[in-house]
């Protein structure tokens, strides 16, 4: 392999171990906030998580803190790439079910607070992605935004016990809004990343460990790992 190939590959695969730790870390150390199933006054328009979790941007993202640093779009090639997700601790094969790139950012949401805050935060594209087994549903939401203090303030507000509202299942995929279901938000540089995770039967907890392994596997999404590791070399 050249010299230049092998530390390119060495360097996304640093980024990626700096991030799966950095994810469980905080994980196993958050205080996960539980948001119903029935939350009292929850603003109508759409379904939320029974527990969500969130995470500022680190020093890890600092390359791509600023969308001026990183300013080509996610393309849907790039970003839905990947087919399968895999993850062994929960013993699950998930296959790309549906995805799909918005350029308008309000129609990928619901709750008028949260529509303002995207508007307001320079939001330019969302993609979702939603994947599945006959055991497990997860689907992956990116925002693409001016910056990380703005990815920072998106996550937080998206916390169903804020009643901003929550990001819109995919298609006609009902299923986020019966049962249990946990997600968590990251601000990865000046993206915001959702991810929400569900048993197919509804069943779960907060410290169900399955679930737990699911957001940390598909949290990092490669399309930003690799944006981190070419920028980071570039610096």
Not at 46 to 60: D, K, R, W
Not at 80 to 100: H, N, R
Not at 209 to 235: F, N, W, Y
Request: with cysteine.
């Amino acid at each position: 392999m050249p010299p230049a190939a092998y530390f390119a590959a060495a360097g996304v695969l640093l980024v990626v171990a700096l991030i799966a730790a950095a994810g469980v870390f905080v994980l196993l150390h958050d205080d996960p906030k539980p948001a119903g199933p029935e939350q009292p006054g929850a603003p109508a328009g759409g379904p939320l998580p029974s527990v969500y979790s969130e995470a500022s941007s680190t020093a890890v993202f600092a390359p791509i803190a600023k969308r001026t640093a990183d300013p080509s779009p996610l393309t849907a090639n790039e970003v839905f790439d990947e087919k399968m997700i895999s993850d062994q601790d929960a013993k699950a094969s998930l296959k790309l079910t549906a995805s799909k790139l918005d350029a308008r950012c309000a129609d990928t949401v619901w709750g008028q607070p949260l529509i303002r805050l995207l508007q307001q935060s320079g939001c330019t594209q969302t993609t979702r992605g939603v994947y599945g087994d006959k055991n497990f549903t997860a689907m992956v939401t990116i925002f693409n935004l001016a910056d990380s203090t703005a990815a920072d303030r998106l996550v937080a507000a998206a916390d169903p016990r804020t009643g901003n509202g929550f990001v819109r299942p995919l298609g006609e995929d009902g299923a986020f809004g019966q049962g249990f279901s946990t997600a968590r938000g990251v601000a990865m540089g000046h993206y915001a990343v959702i991810t929400w995770v569900r048993r197919a039967d509804g069943s779960g907890s907060e410290t169900d460990p399955k679930l737990v392994s699911l957001l940390v596997t598909i949290g990092p999404p490669p399309a930003i790992v690799g944006r981190v590791a070419d920028k980071g070399q570039q610096g």
